[in-house]
């Protein structure tokens, strides 16, 4: 079954913890986005990476960093410095021609 | 920086009625894409618009991508209460990989 999997699906964070959101893909798909929605918002790009080992600051990075260690996954860590980091956190994965998206991660900060 | 604006925010219909949503970027776009996001769930891909003034169908869906590549709407015939949520348009920033997605328009259809 080919697809894009994101865990945990809820996720409960004191205030002062670094968290990392968990993204694979099978898809064999070289570019991979996260992003972050806001309550009747749309998604805004936090990172990007167009093959392993590297990665590109998307519109709303500070606070969070990533890694491409492997093509098949692309974790992302909400840290401390992130000021409001309650939200939904999408991930996707792309052939260029369009968008995969996991079911989401929702963050909320206690 | 760039900029995807949709118009409107909010739309009710009633069931049976025509919906439009306009995508406007402040800069020109490689290629679009438009995706529905139900509530609660992820967006899922529509379909993507790759030349200037093109137009594509899909049923009762129809895309169109302006000629100077700015600008795109879809539009939904004889809405249907499936049709609820919220659609969004993505461009493909020219000479990156990078998608910058519009405000989204939210969609109810009143039966």
């Known amino acids: 079954d080919g697809g894009i999997t994101q865990s945990p699906k809820y996720l409960f964070r004191k205030e002062g913890q670094n968290v990392t959101l968990s993204c694979e893909q099978n898809?064999?798909?070289?570019?991979m986005y996260w992003y972050r929605q806001d309550p009747g918002q749309g998604l805004r790009l936090i990172y990007y990476?167009?093959?392993?080992?590297?990665?590109q600051k998307g519109d709303i990075a500070e606070g969070y960093s990533v890694s491409r260690e492997k093509k098949e996954s692309f974790p992302l860590t909400v840290t401390s410095a992130q000021k409001n980091p309650t939200a939904f956190y999408l991930c996707a994965s792309t052939n260029y021609n369009e968008q995969f998206f996991g079911p989401g991660t929702r963050l909320t900060v206690l | 920086g760039q900029q995807v604006m949709q118009i409107p925010q909010y739309q009710h219909v009633q069931e049976g009625e025509d919906f439009t949503t306009y995508c406007n970027s402040s800069?020109?776009?490689?290629?679009i894409q438009w995706y529905k996001q139900r509530p609660g769930g992820h967006p899922v891909f529509l379909i993507q618009l790759v030349k200037s003034g093109e137009v594509k169908k899909q049923k009762r869906l129809t895309f169109q991508f302006g000629e100077a590549k700015k600008n795109s709407s879809l539009h939904i015939t004889a809405t249907q209460t499936t049709d609820v949520g919220t659609y969004f348009c993505?461009?493909?920033?020219?000479?990156?990989?990078?998608?910058?997605f519009g405000t989204g328009t939210r969609l109810k259809v009143l039966a």
């Open positions: 898809l064999n798909h070289d570019a």
């Open positions: 800069t020109t776009l490689s290629n």
């Open positions: 993505a461009g493909r920033d020219s000479g990156t990989y990078k998608y910058i």
């Open positions: 990476s167009q093959i392993v080992n590297d990665f």
